[in-house]
C-alpha cells in the first residue's frame, strides 16, 4: 500500500498542478482530428486578489474545460487580466496621496510610469492565485489588456470602426464623475433612491402689475442657476395663458421664456418644470426640441461656475456681483443649502415636501455623478444592436440560463450610442491628432495600422504616429488626451487575445469560443459589447453559450463585502478543508438561476466527502492483492451477484445522467448526483454488500475475483466523472488504483484519460428492482433499530407479511444480506404470516414488517419514555400555537422569525405523531 491513511491536502495539490503544467496538459495546439473547445477567462482587473466571487466563476470554467478536455476536445482556456482603468487610477491615486503628492503634481508621463511599475508587479497576482484552485488555464496564452497584441487590436478596431463612420466626436449630456474626473457611459452608473425634498420655487412673471409668478417643483434647486426656459405641457389649461411669456428667474435675475412642450408632465409637482439643458439628460432634449440655450453652471469638480452670472445672451445679468460673491466656487450641496436658505429670505420660496430622489453613482468610487453636456467621443451602436438581436433571435446565442435573453435583447433594442471616451490617464489612448496650426479642435488625423498588418512587421506603435498634418504639412500635432473605457478593450477580448488582427492560427481555430461563464451584472457591460464587436469586426459571434452563474451571498443572504464583515476567503478555506472541498462545494451550491449563500461551515460537508472517497479507495486497494484488473468484460455476465448487476446498472446510469447534465450547465444536479451514488450507492450500500466475499477462503476465489473487478470498475470510472469537480485527490487515487490493480492505463493523468461511455447494454432494471427491494427491507428494519432503541449488538427476528409471489423470492435469494446489514437472526417471508404479539410494525410499499421487541427491549420502560416525550412535546405545542395566534406577533415580528416558528410547530406536530405511532406498537 502506498495510500496514506487519511487525505491530506497538502501532500498533493502542489505535486500534481506542477505535474500537469510540466506535461503541458493545459496547453493545446490547433489540431483538425479534434474539435476545438474554446473559453476565454473573464479578465480579473489587476487592482484584485482572489475572492469568492473569483472562485466560483473560475471554478464553473474548470469543470467545464477538464470535462471537454477528457472528451477528447482540444481545450483552450485563455487566462489574462485587464488594466482596469479608472478603478486601476483610483488604487494608484489612493497610494500617491498616503505619499503626500497627485497625478496632477507628478505630470502624465510620471504617473504613468507609477502606474506600469505598479501594473508589473500585480497584474498577474490573482491568476497565480487561480493555480491553488487547480485551474487548467493555458499559462503560455495568458494576455493583458495593454500588453502589445491587445493593444494592437485596440489600434485597429478604433480605426477600422472610425473608418465605417461608426465612432465619431459629438457633444452630448453624460455622467461625470467629479471625483474620478471623467465621463461614465450608462452602463457604468449605478442607480439608487435616497430621501430628500422637493422644493417649491415662485417664479415671478416679468412686466406684470398682478405680481403673477409660477412654481415650479423641483429635487435640484442648485441648477435653477442654469435655467434656460420654464416648460408646461402644452394641453395643460393652468399655463396656456403663460406659453410665450418671459420669467424672471429668482436670485439671478435672467429672463426666460415660459415654453410648451408634450414630454413635461401635468401631474408631476405643480404641472411647470425648470429646464436646466446643461445638467439634465431631459432638459437637454426638450431645448434641443425647442432651440435654448445650454449654460453650464456646474463644472466637472461639482462647482459652481461663474457662467451662473450670465443671461441667455451670454451678458452678465443685474445680480451677477452676488452671484459671484455668494455662489460661484461653491460645491454644489453647499450652494444648494445657500440657495434654499436665500429663497426663503426672498419669500420665493412656496413650501418644501418629503421626497424619494433617484441618485446616480459612479459604479467605482460611488460618488454621485453630475449630468454635464461635454463632447466626447461615441461608438454608433444601433446596427451593431440590430446584429446581435438578429444573431440572438435565430438561436445562435443563448443564454444559460434562458431568463436573462428577454432583458438582454430589451437593453439592446433601447441602446444608445456608447460613450468610449475617458478623462484619465491609465489606458489606450484614442489615436486621433490635432494640428496646432491649422484646426485647434477639429480631428485631423486617425492612426492607420497597416504598417503593423505587413508579415514580419515589427509592433512599434509609436511609429505609427502621423508625422505632419495632412491639410497644412505642419509639424506641430498633438495626440487626444482621452483614454478609452476600459471596456472598449475588454469587448476585443475574445478574438484580441487569438492574434486579431492577423490571421493567427489561434484565430481560425479556437474562434468563435464555445461559452462564456460570467455573472448577469456584467452583461449590459460586456458580454454585450463582445457579441456586437464580435459580428462587426471578424463577422462572426465570439461565443454561442453565455452561462450565468450566482452571486456567492453570506447564509443569510446579503452580499459579501469587508465593511459587513462577512467576506470568506477562498484561499483560506482551501488551507482548512483542501481545495476539492472549496471545488464541490461551488458545483452543489451552484444551482442554476440562483445566488448562493455560503457560511465558513458550508464547505464541511464536501470535506467529509473527500474523506468517504479516500477511505472506500483505501479500502479497495487493501483488499487488492495478488490481482490484477483485466476489465469488467472479463467477468461473464451469468457469474455477476445481484449487488454487482445493481451497481454497474446504476454507475451506468449516472455516467449518462452526468454527462447530459453537464451538456446543459446543470453542475449542481450533476455534482448531486455523484455525491449520490458515490456515498450513497457505492460507499454504503455495495462495498458493505461484498465484504464477506473479499474475506473469503480459497474455495470462493472466484466471487472475490469477481467482486474486485466490480469495485475496480466502478471506482476507477467513478473518479473519472468526479475528476472535473474533484481534481486533486482523484488524480492521487487514481494513479494508486492503477497501481494496486494492475490496471494498464492509456494516459499518464486522469486528466486527459477518457471519458466514460455508458453502455445500454450494462442497464440491468430487473436488477434495479430487485436490489431497491432488498434495501428497503434492510432500511425499515434498521429505522426500527434506531426509533425504538435496540441495541446495536442485538440480532433480531424480523417477520415479513406480502402477498407478492416474485416479491418473496428476491427476498429469499438475497436473504443473506438482509441478515448480514439489518443484523437478523431469523427471517420468515410468506402470506399467511401473522402479527407476532409485542411487534414494532413498518409498512413498507405492500409489505408488512413485523420485528417482536419482546426480549429486545424493556417494553414497560419504552413506553414510559414515550409518553414522557409526548407529554414534554405537548407542552411545546402549547407554547408555541398560542405565540401564533397572538396578532401582535404574526404583524409585528419579522416574516423569517414567523416562518422559523411556524416550522417549530410542524415539526413538533410529525414528533408527536411519530412517537405516538411508536407508543400504539407496544400496546
Not at 418473496?808 to 437478523?824: D, F, H, T
Request: charged share 30%; glycine share 4%; net charge neutral.
Amino acid at each position: 500500500m502506498n495510500i496514506a491513511s487519511k487525505y491530506n491536502p497538502r501532500d498533493t495539490e502542489e505535486k500534481w498542478y506542477k505535474d500537469w503544467n510540466d506535461n503541458k496538459y493545459f496547453h493545446p495546439e490547433a489540431d483538425k482530428k479534434k474539435k476545438p473547445f474554446t473559453i476565454v477567462i473573464p479578465p480579473p482587473n489587476i487592482t484584485g486578489s482572489l475572492h469568492m466571487g473569483h472562485a466560483l466563476n473560475n471554478i464553473v470554467q474548470d469543470i467545464l474545460i477538464r470535462t471537454r478536455r477528457m472528451q477528447g476536445y482540444a481545450t483552450l482556456w485563455l487566462p489574462g487580466t485587464d488594466h482596469g482603468g479608472i478603478a486601476t487610477q483610483n488604487v494608484v491615486e489612493k497610494m500617491l496621496k498616503e505619499e503626500g503628492t497627485t497625478r496632477q503634481e507628478l505630470g502624465r508621463e510620471k504617473f504613468l510610469e507609477k502606474m506600469e511599475e505598479w501594473s508589473k508587479e500585480t497584474k498577474y497576482t490573482i491568476l497565480n492565485q487561480l493555480e491553488k484552485l487547480g485551474c487548467s488555464c493555458d499559462w503560455d496564452r495568458k494576455r493583458f489588456t495593454m500588453d502589445e497584441q491587445c493593444s494592437r487590436a485596440v489600434l485597429e478596431a478604433f480605426v477600422s470602426l472610425y473608418n465605417k463612420g461608426l465612432i465619431y466626436r459629438g457633444e452630448h449630456i453624460v455622467d461625470w464623475c467629479p471625483r474620478c474626473g471623467t465621463a461614465l457611459n450608462e452602463s457604468e452608473v449605478e442607480h439608487e433612491e435616497e430621501k430628500s425634498k422637493l422644493w417649491y420655487i415662485k417664479y415671478p412673471v416679468e412686466d406684470t402689475k398682478k405680481n403673477e409668478y409660477i412654481t415650479v417643483a423641483t429635487t435640484r434647486p442648485e441648477t435653477m442657476l442654469g435655467d434656460t426656459a420654464v416648460a408646461v405641457n402644452p394641453d395643460d389649461k393652468r399655463y396656456k395663458k403663460f406659453i410665450g411669456k418671459k420669467l424672471i428667474l429668482p436670485l439671478v435675475d435672467r429672463i426666460i421664456p415660459v415654453i410648451a412642450d408634450s414630454a413635461v408632465s401635468a401631474e408631476f409637482g405643480t404641472g411647470a418644470v425648470k429646464v436646466t439643458p446643461a445638467h439634465d439628460p431631459n432638459d437637454w432634449e426638450i431645448a434641443k426640441r425647442n432651440k435654448l440655450v445650454s449654460i453650464q453652471v456646474i463644472d466637472k469638480e461639482a462647482k459652481i461656475t461663474p457662467k451662473a452670472c450670465l443671461d441667455l445672451d451670454g451678458k452678465p445679468t443685474a445680480s451677477s456681483n452676488k452671484i459671484m460673491e455668494k455662489y460661484v466656487l461653491l460645491d454644489r450641496y453647499k450652494a444648494r443649502e445657500k440657495i434654499i436658505e436665500d429663497l426663503k429670505k426672498k419669500g420665493l420660496l412656496d413650501k418644501e415636501e418629503d421626497y424619494t430622489v433617484p441618485v446616480t453613482r459612479c459604479y467605482r468610487c460611488n460618488c454621485a455623478t453630475e449630468p454635464l453636456v461635454s463632447e466626447q467621443w461615441y461608438l454608433k451602436t444601433k446596427d451593431m444592436a440590430k446584429a446581435a438581436i438578429k444573431v440572438a433571435k435565430k438561436g445562435k446565442t443563448r443564454f444559460v440560463p434562458s431568463n436573462w435573453m428577454k432583458p438582454y435583447l430589451l437593453w439592446l433594442e433601447n441602446l444608445h450610442d456608447w460613450c468610449i471616451s475617458r478623462q484619465i490617464w491609465w489606458g489606450h489612448q484614442i489615436p486621433a491628432w490635432y494640428c496646432t496650426e491649422c484646426s485647434k479642435d477639429k480631428v485631423v488625423f486617425v492612426s492607420e495600422v497597416e504598417y503593423y498588418l505587413k508579415p514580419g512587421a515589427k509592433p512599434d506603435y509609436m511609429g505609427g504616429n502621423p508625422d505632419k498634418c495632412p491639410n497644412c504639412g505642419k509639424k506641430e500635432l498633438v495626440q487626444d488626451p482621452d483614454i478609452l473605457d476600459t471596456w472598449f478593450s475588454s469587448a476585443l477580448w475574445p478574438f484580441s487575445t487569438l492574434g486579431w488582427p492577423a490571421e493567427t492560427e489561434e484565430v481560425k481555430y479556437f474562434y468563435p469560443t464555445s461559452v462564456l461563464v460570467t455573472g448577469h451584472e456584467i452583461i449590459y457591460l460586456w458580454v454585450a459589447r463582445m457579441i456586437m464587436m464580435g459580428l462587426t469586426l471578424v463577422g462572426d459571434i465570439p461565443f454561442s453559450d453565455i452561462y450565468i452563474h450566482g452571486i456567492v451571498r453570506d447564509e443569510k443572504g446579503k452580499k459579501m463585502s469587508k465593511s459587513l464583515g462577512n467576506v470568506i476567503d477562498p484561499l483560506e478555506i482551501t488551507e482548512k478543508c483542501g481545495t476539492d472541498a472549496l471545488r464541490f462545494t461551488f458545483a452543489t451550491h451552484g444551482v442554476m438561476g440562483r445566488d448562493l449563500q455560503l457560511s465558513e461551515g458550508s464547505f464541511d460537508a464536501s470535506r467529509n466527502f473527500c474523506n468517504k472517497i479516500w477511505n472506500a479507495s483505501r479500502f479497495v486497494m487493501m483488499n487488492l492483492e495478488g490481482f490484477s484488473y483485466k476489465g469488467i468484460d472479463s467477468i461473464e455476465n451469468r457469474k455477476l451477484l445481484l449487488a454487482d448487476r445493481w451497481i454497474i446498472s446504476e454507475y451506468n446510469k449516472v455516467i449518462e445522467n452526468v454527462t447530459n447534465l453537464l451538456e446543459e450547465y446543470n453542475l449542481s444536479e450533476a455534482a448531486r448526483l455523484l455525491y449520490e451514488f458515490i456515498w450513497g450507492k457505492f460507499c454504503d450500500w455495495y462495498v458493505e454488500l461484498v465484504k464477506p466475499r473479499l474475506y473469503a477462503d480459497r474455495e470462493n476465489e472466484d466471487s472475490k475475483r469477481i467482486a474486485q473487478t466490480v469495485l475496480v470498475y466502478i471506482l476507477e470510472g467513478t473518479l473519472r466523472l468526479l475528476h472535473p469537480f474533484m481534481c486533486f485527490i482523484t488524480e492521487e487515487i487514481w494513479h494508486s488504483l492503477n497501481e494496486t490493480s494492475n490496471m494498464s492505463q492509456d494516459a499518464a493523468s486522469i486528466m486527459v484519460s477518457k471519458w466514460p461511455e455508458s453502455s445500454k447494454a450494462k442497464i440491468d432494471t430487473e436488477a434495479t428492482v430487485a436490489m431497491n427491494l432488498v434495501m428497503e427491507v434492510i432500511t425499515a428494519i434498521r429505522n426500527v433499530r434506531g426509533e425504538m432503541r435496540v441495541n446495536s449488538k442485538k440480532v433480531l427476528d424480523v417477520v415479513i407479511k406480502l402477498d407478492n409471489e416474485d416479491k418473496k423470492n428476491i427476498i429469499e435469494e438475497n436473504s443473506e444480506y438482509i441478515c448480514r446489514l439489518a443484523k437478523v437472526e431469523k427471517l420468515d417471508v410468506g402470506k399467511d404470516l401473522s402479527k407476532p404479539t409485542s411487534s414494532a410494525t413498518q409498512v413498507a410499499g405492500d409489505m408488512e414488517i413485523y420485528i417482536p421487541l419482546e426480549g429486545v427491549i424493556d417494553l414497560s420502560m419504552e413506553k414510559e419514555r414515550l409518553k414522557k416525550e409526548i407529554a414534554k412535546l405537548d407542552v411545546e405545542i402549547d407554547k408555541v400555537s398560542k405565540k401564533l395566534a397572538n396578532k401582535n406577533f404574526i404583524q409585528k415580528a419579522p416574516a423569517k422569525e414567523v416562518e422559523r416558528v411556524k416550522n417549530n410547530l410542524s415539526l413538533f406536530e410529525q414528533k408527536k405523531k411519530k412517537l405516538g405511532i411508536n407508543l400504539d406498537m407496544l400496546k
